[in-house]
């Protein structure tokens, strides 16, 4: 994958890290100057929430008190998405895989798929900084662009710069949802950058400072020859 065009194919990457550590944001940016679409786990269970489907009930009240969803419902929703033709020649993964199991099922979708192994882009924050970011966040209702009242605010309090669409705080960035996210982030899927690791898939990237050069670091952590 490259800025031009995404030059190495069928290469899948992975933005591993805990929540508010920027993945959605780095995922928008890349997606875009990459060409190639973004798959953000998250993102997919909300939609089955708005549209009130069978796995959107299932998930609803799973997600509102911040633990994980069952792998095997994840890891069906994902199988499908994959298997989309604007797939094929690569994606970017933002929130998934989450747990040891849902990353042994990503293996065998990638071997399954002809991919080759994965880039694993490991954003690293310190917990402080996660708690401000996820205090701040505010998302756009008609666009999804994700602002943060204390860092990157619109022009206009509430109101999305892009189309004047309201924003608005997600329900699981409450304070009390937000401490179990976290318990989930650091007991369930910080395992898995020991297991990446130890494949040798693993880039790690400090996601401090501007968003700019953190899309620069992330860039040239996916690029990097290996
Ligand atoms: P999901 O939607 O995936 O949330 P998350 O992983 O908790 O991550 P976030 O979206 O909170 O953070 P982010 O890293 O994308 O940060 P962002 O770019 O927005 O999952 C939600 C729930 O769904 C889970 O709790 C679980 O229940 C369920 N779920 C999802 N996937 C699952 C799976 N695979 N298995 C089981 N369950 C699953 O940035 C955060 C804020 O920081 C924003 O305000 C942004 O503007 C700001 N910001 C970004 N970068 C910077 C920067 N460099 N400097 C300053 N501020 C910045």
Request: charged share 30%; proline share 7%; aromatic share 6%.
């Amino acid at each position: 994958m490259d800025e031009a065009q995404g030059s190495r194919r069928r290469q899948a990457v992975i933005f591993l890290g805990p929540p508010g550590a920027g993945k959605g944001t780095q995922a928008a940016e890349l997606s875009r100057r990459c060409g190639v679409p973004h798959l953000s786990t998250g993102e997919m269970l909300r939609e089955h929430i708005v549209q009130n489907t069978e796995l959107g009930k299932l998930a609803k009240p799973i997600m509102h008190r911040g633990d994980l969803v069952p792998d095997e419902l994840v890891l069906k929703m994902v199988e499908k998405q994959l298997s989309r033709p604007d797939y094929e020649r690569g994606f970017l993964l933002d929130g998934f895989p989450r747990t040891l199991p849902q990353a042994e099922g990503l293996d065998r979708l990638l071997e399954t798929g002809g991919f080759g192994k994965p880039v694993v882009i490991h954003f690293m924050v310190q917990p402080n900084q996660l708690l401000r970011r996820l205090a701040g966040r505010r998302t756009c209702t008609v666009c999804g662009r994700t602002y943060n009242v204390f860092e990157r605010p619109p022009q206009v309090p509430n109101v999305c710069d892009d189309d004047g669409g309201a924003l608005m705080q997600r329900k699981d960035d409450s304070e009390e949802i937000v401490g179990p996210r976290l318990d989930a982030f650091y007991k369930q899927t910080e395992p898995l950058v020991e297991y990446y690791r130890s494949h040798g898939l693993l880039e790690d990237v400090a996601a401090i400072g501007e968003v700019e050069t953190v899309t620069k670091a992330v860039m040239e952590a996916v690029c990097r020859p290996r």
